[in-house]
């Protein structure tokens, strides 16, 4: 199964766990930051399936026009699975994201959403998944094994939820100006090279010629000025030390205090 990297760390540990081989695909400005068509064409060796984010964790970046039914149908002709983890949906900056349900291209692919991120329902562990009928059986009882049901009060506050669309809008809104300040900001501090962070919370920024040790980069920073950010290795077994990533899903204020922290740290 083919992931991108740097891309979100339990793909992998959940396709370990399941025996399954987890091809990491180095992905960068090149690719826009997302596995594509090219991407993928150039991996050595057979896959069976392929997970996309976009927008993506940690690098925000997204899939542009055309590049959903593309990949979709690139892995219909390779008879191989595309899941679509579309998590980060509805927390967009430009365009919105493009989805994989629904596609004429897609008939085989699985759809991964969630509460979580655009709702803010983190804690609330609910989920959902559109998938082909000839899965529904399996998953139904997989999740039997997993989870039994999803709880019962968070699909009630989940119902309601969806009647919040000037809340979650508002705080969309809130996301982008939170990015602006640190794409303004974080340049002044030496970090100048940002992934593009087209959706998600994250800004994504190669430290190469700050630090080739990214845990401990990270560690100096928390400890010295109180401004946590996750080192690369998390997300990219290749590049991961020489990368970090910032979140800034809090408030303005915070954005605008870790800047000015930043700034006097660097100098
Ligand atoms: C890309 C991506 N997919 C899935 C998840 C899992 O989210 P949850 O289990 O809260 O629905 C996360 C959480 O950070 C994520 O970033």
Sequence with gaps: MAVAAPGYPAYRNILQALGIECVSVPVGPASHWQLTVETLSAVD???DGVVVASPSNPTGSMLVDGQ????????????????SDEIYHGITFGHPAATAA????????????????????????LGWMVMPDDLARSVECLAQNLFISPPTLSQVAAEAAFDCTHELEARV????????????????AGFTKLAPSDGAFYLYADVSELTDDSPQFCARMLAEIGVACTPGVDFDPFEGKRTLRFSFAGSAA????AAKRLKAWRR
Aim: aromatic residues 10%; hydrophobic residues 45%.
């Design 45 to 47: 060796g057979h896959l």
């Design 68 to 83: 959903v039914p593309e990949l979709a149908r690139w892995c219909e002709t390779q008879g191989i699975r595309l899941v």
């Design 254 to 257: 915070h954005m605008i205090e």
């Design 173 to 188: 809104a809130g996301y982008k100006a939170n990015r602006d300040i640190l794409v303004a900001e974080l340049p002044r």
């Design 102 to 125: 629904g596609l004429d291209v897609a008939p085989h692919a699985i759809i991964i959403n969630s509460f979580s991120k655009y709702y803010a329902m983190t804690g609330w562990r």
